[in-house]
Each structure stands twice: as C-alpha cells, then as structure tokens.
C-alpha cells in the first residue's frame, strides 16, 4: 500500500522532508522527477540515474499510448521492466499536449480529441480513460487528466478552462473509487493560471474530492516569475500538509528552492535534459554553455566541485570538441552531469531540512550559484 509521511519540517519555513512508499521502493522528498516521455530520460542508462541518486522518473501517456501502446508496455509487465528502470515511476496525463499540441487537438467537455502527431489518426481521451491507460503502463503517481491553459489567457477563459478541469477531476476520482486501487496514488492538479482567486476555488475543490496528492499545473509557460512564485505560496498555505505536492515543470535551481521553502515535494522538468543535449549544463556556479570558444583551451572539468563520470574524467575542452564535431558522446556526457547535478542538488536540499539549517544553505548556495562569492 503507497503511503506518505513527513519526517521533519523546517522551523523557519514550510520546507519538509518526507517518503512516498510505492511498490517500486520509497521516494525521499523533495524530488526532482527526470522526464522519460517516451520510456526513456534521453542519453542517460537507467544504471547512470540510478548511480546519480534519481529516485523516480515521469513518462507522458500521450506519447507511450501512441508509440508503443499501453497493452505492449502491460504485456512486458509495466513500464518499470520495459524501460529496465526497477524503481517508481510517476505519468503525466497528456493534459500539458493541450497545451504544446495546441493545433492538433479539440477540447470537449468530456474529454479532448488529438490529432496523431505521428500519422494523423485521431484519438478520444476522456478522464477515465486516461486513468485506465496509466493503470495499464503500472504508473506509481497518476495524474488525472486536465486542461492545461495557455498564457495570458483572459480571467473569464481560464474560468471556463477550470470547471472542466474539475469536471474531469470529479469523473478520474469516481472512476478511481470503482477500481479500488491502493498499490499506487492519484494526483488532482491545481490550475486557474495567474489567477489566485481561480487557483484557490480549484485548490479547495480538488481537497474536497480527497486525492492522494496534489500538483500545481499550468505554471513555467511564460507566466511572470513573480506571478508564479505567489501562487506556489498560495498553495503551500492552502494544501493539505499529509498529502505530497508536486509543482510541474518548475526546474531552475533558483525557482525549486523557492518552492521547496513554500513546501514544494516533487518536481520534473525538461531543463536538465534538454539544455544538455544543446550544450548548455548548470554547475556550482550557475549555467555554463560548454560549446562556447572560451573553453576551447579549457583543461579543467565542468564543475571542480562535482564528482560525476563527467566531471572526473573529461574537460570543458574535450567536451565542447565533441559538440564542434556533433558526437553522440557530447550529449551523454552533458547530460549525465547535469542529472547529477540536480540529484544532487536535492540531496542537498534534504540534508539541509534534516539539520535544520535551510535557510543558510539556501543563502549560501544562491551566492555562490549567482556568482557572488
């Protein structure tokens, strides 16, 4: 049976430390979830997340219902051994493609077409079925499906937005009540954009209906950071304090310990990964864009203070060569630092909480990540 508990808060803030048990093992909280879309955190091994620290990965059940279908991933016995990934694993809805698939899809008020981005062929989710098609990849964390508005978007269109939000979130929790399911959990997600007003009538909604968890959806879309930063802490106050949350998509350092303070659990985003992949890594001291011709004499490794593969055995200058020339290798190798990076970022995180000292950690980190010291 999946469970949350807290371990110790934070005197000075709502920061928490805590474990999600799951089937799959137990997830420390705060967590960043690295993003598999497809099955797969792109050029990292699983045994290379699993040596980093990563404890959890999320997939999207919009592109794993396409390609390869959840009756094959069931079939192999659910995504943890299709993927060769043995520990818990959390999926998006395909409410964020209402968003990114804006042209390909039709939004109903019991559910939304797509159109394939593969072939064109269309598809029908509606909230239950997307509840039956997490179920069959073996998600650990579920989220219901939700309309994930654009930004700006008027305060009477996110209204409308949010109620069929919350419609759905009604039909995915009675659907879920038939199932009976208590080997995994189901997360209601907060929307309402900039709007704190539509934000909170959701929040207390979603309360009512007594999900497992709760996230904070349609955030990091252009929406101005002060915006987004009153809204997590709206939430924090408002959240239940027994029941894990999850801010989507928030994945600079600066904006997850700023969440963490406001009682943030979970996090996912693209950025550790996908800047990678481009040439653009973060490090002790804030980003760095290895392909940069700065470093093309550069001997020294990435980050002094990392203890990552990369880091130990390879420069700034070999790295930013393996760019020039466009191996494969330059991706991995940018990748897999800045997967540790973030492990470790939250390890660090964690400890601070346990000691008691977040505040000066999270001083003493900013300065020396924004340059000042």
């Not at 955030?219 to 002060?226: D, N, Q, R, W």
């Amino acid at each position: 049976m999946v469970k949350f508990e807290i371990l110790k808060v934070d005197k000075e803030s709502r920061a928490r430390v805590g474990r999600i048990y799951t089937k799959w093992g137990v997830v420390e909280t705060p967590a960043f979830m690295p993003v598999a879309t497809q099955g797969t955190v792109k050029a990292m091994f699983p045994k290379d997340l699993n040596e980093a620290g990563i404890q959890i990965v999320i997939a999207n059940t919009y592109h794993l219902h396409l390609r390869p279908g959840e009756d094959l991933i069931n079939k192999a016995g659910g995504i943890q051994k299709f993927m060769g990934w043995f520990k818990p694993v959390a999926t998006d809805s395909g409410g964020f493609q209402i968003y990114s698939l804006s042209d390909l899809k039709e939004v109903k008020d019991d559910g939304v077409f797509f159109r394939s981005h593969l072939d064109g062929s269309y598809i029908f989710f509606t909230p239950e079925k997307v509840i039956d098609i997490q179920i069959k990849l073996g998600s650990d964390l579920i989220m219901v499906l939700d309309e994930c508005p654009p930004y700006p978007i008027s305060h009477e269109e996110a209204y409308k937005s949010l109620k069929r939000t919350l419609k759905w979130a009604e039909k995915s929790k009675n659907h879920w009540e038939k199932l009976k399911l208590n080997d995994r959990m189901i997360f209601g997600i907060i929307q309402g954009s900039v709007y704190e007003d539509l934000r909170e009538l959701s929040a207390k909604e979603l309360i009512d209906m007594d999900f497992d968890g709760y996230a904070i959806g349609g955030l990091a879309i252009g929406e101005p950071k002060v915006e987004r930063d009153k809204i997590i802490k709206k939430m924090g106050e408002i959240l239940p304090e027994n029941k894990p949350r999850y801010a989507m998509g928030i994945g600079y350092p600066e904006d997850i310990i700023e969440a963490v303070e406001n009682g943030i659990d979970l996090f996912d985003c693209v950025l550790p990964t996908r800047n990678a992949r481009t040439g653009t890594v973060f490090t002790s001291r804030g980003k760095l864009v290895i392909k940069n011709a700065s470093y093309k004499e550069d001997f020294s490794p990435i980050d002094e203070e990392c203890s990552c593969y990369t880091c130990k055995n390879f420069t700034r200058a070999y790295i930013r060569h393996l760019f020039q020339a466009g191996e494969i290798l330059a991706a991995m190798l940018a990748t897999l630092h800045s997967i540790n990076f973030f492990a470790n970022l939250f390890k660090q995180i964690r400890k601070a909480i346990k000691d008691g000292n977040f505040k000066e950690w999270k001083k003493e980190f900013l300065e020396k990540y924004n340059g000042k010291q």
